[in-house]
């Protein structure tokens, strides 16, 4: 039986013995650690290379490479040299091959986990292999190189920077004196720098050991990316509240081995010098153990994904929430703020909000950060779409930045152009529009509307329900789909839209899905409006006139889905006998924490919501875009919000939320008005027949 021996320099208290059978050979292996003190490593080595196979030293690798520039560590060699009658080994190569695969096995089994994530590396240069492969996945690396080793306050952001800072680390690191970066001052500074960059950071490249000194505050909610995580780790890294930890060190035979000790006993199995090892020889073994990299959750899987969702002010009103502006409209005559509003155009996006708390539940969890462009509708309308699409992609590269996943186009900013198409192209991660899930929103409000209203008879199975309908703006992307669900439950459906070419070919297109769909065409709403029990406004009208509200009939839903609304609350006042939704806003699962966007707290509108439901699907791709949705996805992001606890808000009109007493004061004030509005009943009885005689 051949004896091998890990030296470590991490706790003693997690030592570990057991004998095994390993690649055809009986081995005893103990590991043994030395509390941090390399002088009992040294005197473990010298008496356990009388007595051992082969010895594996748990200190870091004794030489690496970045670029064309190679460093050695001065520790790691004299405790390698120190070892002379038997074969003595860092594992410096595993640990680079199983940390590498560790990364690109979470990255596909998890499925873009590491996609945009902010990674914050303790040393890129001994960990230079495993930044090269994280580079494939995200832009958003930092290493804190010259932080660690010389005490400057600066992250470097790049391999190309790594690199730069490697080529010239040696000079600077060599003629440092050590009391100016080894002193009391120097490390509570270094420690001060570095938590600010874990709090920032979504994922940690550490050593295990080296992050003992680090609360909840800087690890609550990161990815550790590390090596050889025992039980008592993983129970300190749950009490501060880490989400995943990526462990590059397999489980074998009940215990983490470290890359150094599970190389040592290869070395010992094979009978072959370290430096005699192949990488064909590391890949048979490791195909043969059929081991693969571990996830721990430490409390359990709760995956973290990021989005972000472009807003913009829709009025002048809107900047008076930013301090400065709002001081200045108390006293600034409105032809100033006309300017204000122009300049704010020009603005770069900046984030008005983060947004945190989503939690679906299937475990979950989301957050993200609204992104504002300063231009309002009128400028917006007013610039050619070139000027919307440089503001659209800056704000994507600000999305990227903070480690978003996918971004979402809120208000005018999906209108413009070609709909997001051209944004979906050049943008450096995928994009979508919300405007499925506002077709699925608008007409799930206005079907519980009509619900509540209890105005229009219930429907009888496998029969449409009694009930005409109107869609104002029928030929624009979330009107057209809104048009074809209604063909499909609602007796006769009423299209509207100035283009008419377009309207023609959208009823031929709805009746091939439908075909025994009643469908109605018209440039206006003036000839039909009076006999609608439903109406959908689906307009980018931007302050025009849409409807005339006097003409609807009494109890009718309007759904407006228009932002800014078709429908002013001056035009709402007028009609209480009317129920007018501001359309489809969802209800977000969890404790929801963002800015007030002009909605209760914890609802979002369904553009927002269906970025919020792609990310927690991890769905990071291009999905709604263009003008032109498809009805395959308007199903599907309504059964994806299902699953992920989406809900219906509380109906919502110009004022906020529909009570119930709201509800029923709209069905008393309409059944009063249709009573009044109905003709005289005809004479009947007697008096009748007698009227009839003398006729």
């Not at 390399?38 to 009388?50: F, G, I, S, T, V």
């Not at 496998?462 to 104002?472: D, E, I, R, S, T």
């Not at 009107?479 to 309207?503: D, H, I, W």
């Not at 439901?613 to 875009?625: I, K, S, Y």
Request: charged residues 25%; positive net charge.
């Amino acid at each position: 039986m051949k004896t091998v021996v890990g030296i470590s320099l991490g706790e003693g208290a997690q030592d570990f013995a057991f004998e095994t059978r390993f690649l055809g050979k009986r081995l005893s292996v103990r590991r043994l650690g030395t509390n941090h003190s390399l002088e009992k490593a040294r005197k473990l080595l010298a008496y356990w290379q009388d007595r051992a196979d082969a010895i594996g030293i748990g200190v870091g690798k004794e030489s690496w490479q970045v670029g064309a520039q190679r460093f050695e560590s001065k520790e790691s060699q004299r405790l390698i040299e120190a070892v002379t009658r038997v074969p003595a080994t860092t594992g410096g190569r595993l640990t680079d091959i199983l940390q590498e695969w560790a990364v690109r096995h979470v990255q596909n089994k998890l499925g873009h986990y590491f996609t945009n994530a902010r990674v914050l590396f303790f040393s890129g240069t001994a960990d230079y292999k495993l930044a090269q492969a994280m580079a494939e996945y995200t832009p958003n690396l930092e290493f804190a190189d010259p932080l660690m080793q010389v005490g400057v306050p600066k992250m470097l952001t790049s391999l190309e920077q790594l690199q730069l800072y490697a080529s010239g680390a040696h000079y600077v690191t060599d003629r440092v004196p050590e009391a100016l970066t080894d002193n009391v001052l120097a490390r509570e500074w270094r420690h001060l720098i570095l938590r600010r960059a874990m709090r920032e950071a979504t994922v940690i490249v550490a050593p295990v050991h080296e992050l003992d000194a680090f609360g909840l505050e800087e690890l609550a909610g990161k990815t550790i990316v590390t090596s050889t995580v025992n039980d008592l780790r993983i129970a300190a890294f749950k009490a501060r509240g880490v989400r995943l930890v990526v462990d590059g060190a397999p489980e074998l035979f009940g215990h983490a081995l470290a890359p150094s000790l599970l190389d040592a006993m290869i070395v010992a199995a094979r009978g072959k010098a370290p430096e005699d090892l192949l990488e064909d020889d590391y890949v048979e073994i490791l195909q043969g153990l059929g081991v693969e990299p571990r996830m721990v959750w430490p409390s359990g899987v709760r995956r973290m994904n990021r989005f972000a969702f472009v807003i913009h002010p829709l009025s002048q009103e809107y900047f008076k929430n930013i301090k400065p502006i709002e001081m200045l409209s108390h006293v600034t005559p409105p032809v100033l703020m006309d300017a204000v509003e122009k300049a704010m155009a020009y603005a770069p996006p900046f984030v008005y909000s983060k947004v945190e708390g989503i939690r679906s539940p299937t475990g979950t969890e989301c957050e993200g950060w609204l992104i504002s462009v300063g231009g309002t509708p009128k400028e917006i309308m007013g610039h050619s779409p070139e000027f919307t699409y440089k503001r659209l992609l800056e704000a994507a590269r600000v999305a990227r930045s903070l480690g978003a996943q996918i971004m979402g186009l809120g208000a005018f900013t999906k209108v413009v152009g070609d709909a997001g198409l051209t944004v979906a192209r050049r943008a450096p991660l995928p994009i979508t529009t919300g405007n499925s899930y506002s077709a699925s929103g608008a007409l799930w409000a206005a079907h519980d509307a009509m619900l509540r209203l209890r105005l229009v008879p219930p429907s009888k199975d496998g029969q449409k329900v009694k009930f005409k309908a109107m869609v104002v703006g029928a030929t624009g992307a979330i009107g057209s789909v809104c048009a074809r669900l209604l063909a499909m439950v609602a007796e006769e459906v009423y299209l509207v839209s100035p283009e008419t070419a377009k309207l023609l070919s959208l009823k031929g297109s709805i009746l091939k899905e439908t075909p025994d769909a009643k469908l109605f065409l018209a440039a206006s709403t003036e000839r039909d409006i009076g006999g609608m029990d439903m109406i959908v406004t689906a307009t980018s009208g931007a302050g025009k006139k849409i409807l005339d509200i006097m003409k609807v009939k009494p109890g009718c839903v309007i759904t407006d889905v228009a932002r800014p609304l078709d429908l002013p609350a001056s035009e709402v006042a007028k009609r209480p006998d009317v129920l007018v939704i501001e359309s489809g806003e969802i209800l977000l699962p969890g404790k929801v924490k963002m800015k007030n966007i002009g909605l209760p707290k914890g609802v979002a509108y369904a553009c927002l919501a269906e970025t919020i439901v792609l990310a927690l699907e991890g769905r990071f791709e291009n999905f709604t875009v263009g003008r032109s949705i498809e009805w395959e996805k308007v199903r599907e992001i309504y059964r994806l919000g299902i699953r992920h606890g989406m809900t219906l808000a509380a109906i919502s009109g110009v004022n906020g939320p529909f009570s119930d007493a709201d509800i029923r004061k709209v069905r008393r004030l309409a059944l009063a008005a249709r009573a009044k509005a109905a003709p005289p009943a005809h004479p009947r009885g007697p008096r009748r027949k007698a009227a009839a005689r003398r006729v």
